[in-house]
């Protein structure tokens, strides 16, 4: 008698190396019309906006670009924290469209030494709000607010949850139906990723009108699928300077045609409100995708990128993104950057820190921690 595969078969992930499948990365340099680009201005002109498009059409959707207007308020007057040594901000960034409106709330501290304007690390925060606690009554190395305001940078924070709930029943209660309908009737249209992407640049948005930070130095930061949405809104919107992403994994800084860890299929399966319809078509078919992550690093080229991975989170992949990260040196390299990073995966605890590279894979579990801020911040003293 032929049993039919268990359900959870189609879920099985691969954390053997040498069962990692024979696998050919789309060339990041070749255009769908077969010409190899070998310039800096050619890839800007023709093959950039192929594979911006192309990563809008499979995977995170589009970004709708348009607003009717955005209003900046203080939701509580500024104030001195942390022993005088910063000033709290706190700002409703409110975006309108078609007489609807979303607002979305973002916690900033500016250390009060440094000159201004300074520059800001942006966290995406996915986890608990509390996480990101303005009156620091609860502290966390996930945003470890005051190692960053004593190393001389702003650090800032949104919620997901102001923009689209990370709920596959919910998530178009936000940004979606309110502003952006027509999103939900398309098969490229975005979703919870997208969506919190679209908020990263409504903060940038904002902090180009805040005199006291330095909007050309917007450093986007994000673990897990705050990572995933890193990435995407440092590739999309080119006025971030550098981007973070921490332990992103699947459909973030992992190259997906290794199918080691969490693949598309479990990915759409148990997150379908994550990322577009299309997506959907390439559950175990990574090689019909047009693209791979290393892609997604390049477009993101000539700005710094530091990508990280924690040894014990072989569901993230962290050789894939290792992988992934060198993959796209060739579009560096079309600006002028060399390969920083080593050819094969540096050891355990053994950081490559910048200038336009970083890696680490670090002791532990699936985090985001100290460890990685330090490292972070010792990446950003380098731009
Ligand atoms: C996991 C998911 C990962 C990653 C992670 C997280 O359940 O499979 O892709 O996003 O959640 O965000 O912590």
Redesign the pocket.
Known sequence: MLLAAPFWAAFAQNYDESKVPHYTLPDVLKTASGKTIRSEEKWEKLRRPEVLRLFEDHIYGQMPVGYDSIRYALTEDDRPEMDGKAVLKQIGVTVFRNGNSVQINVVLFVPTQAKKPVPVFLLIN?RGKDLTDPTRAKKSEFWPAEMVVDSGFAIAAFHVSDLAPDNKDTYMTGVLQKLYPEQLKKDNGMKAIGAWAWGASRVMDYFGTDKDIDSKKVIVVGH??GG?TSLWAAAQDRRFAACVTNCS??TGAALARRQFG?RISR?NT??PHWFNNNYKKYNDKENALPVDQHMLIALIAPRPVYATNASKDL?ADPKGTFLAVKAAEPVYALYGVKPELPKEMPGIDMPVIGPHFGYHNHEGE?NMTAYDWDKFIRFAKQF
Do not use: A, D, L
């Open positions: 996915n897990s699928r995933k994994g699947n969490e990915i148990t997150f569901w699936h």
